[in-house]
């Protein structure tokens, strides 16, 4: 990252103001794929880490990245945020520079991306349940009426 390590704290988010973040393709503003205010896009924080779920609007974009996430070829996050001078420390082992952050002050959005500054980011596509649903049945339809077929 720039030549220094950057190390968030657990607690780094704990009294940061959710209410009205955005989800962008590539931190592409222009792209935007759900919003916390509009209740398009659902964050959690726990001790792992931020999670966030969102509703995928029906654009050319979003599609094309729903079709890219399908296929594995995107599947990382970033974030863009804010952090007061005081809300961070540096110190330097080994010659590395190491920003450790304690509490992020603003968040403004976060990303789908392809190259992410921090590994271990996942983004992956949810089962929506309601499909599923309807798909077992038709299938169980398509059942029945074949087990009359052959009755």
């Not at 990252?1 to 955005?22: C, H, Q, W, Y």
């Not at 005081?86 to 450790?100: K, L, P």
Request: hydrophobic residues 35%; contains cysteine; glycine residues 6%.
């Amino acid at each position: 990252m720039g030549g220094f390590k950057e190390i968030i704290s657990p607690e780094a988010l704990a009294n940061t103001d959710l209410s009205d973040v955005r989800c962008f393709v590539d931190h592409d503003s222009s792209m935007v794929l759900g919003r916390t205010a509009s209740q398009t896009l659902e964050l959690t924080v726990d001790d792992v880490g931020l999670h966030f779920r969102c509703q995928l609007p029906n654009t050319s974009y979003a599609n094309d990245l729903y079709e890219s996430i399908n296929r594995g070829d995107i599947n990382e996050c970033s974030f863009g945020f804010v952090v007061r001078d005081d809300s961070q420390t540096w110190t330097q082992e080994n010659g590395m520079y190491i920003r450790n952050l304690n509490s992020i002050d603003e968040l403004f959005e976060i990303s789908i991306v392809s190259i992410p500054a921090y590994n271990g980011t996942d983004a992956a596509l949810a089962q929506r349940s309601l499909k599923r649903a309807i798909d077992e049945q038709e299938k169980r339809k398509l059942q029945i009426e074949l087990e009359l077929l052959n009755y």
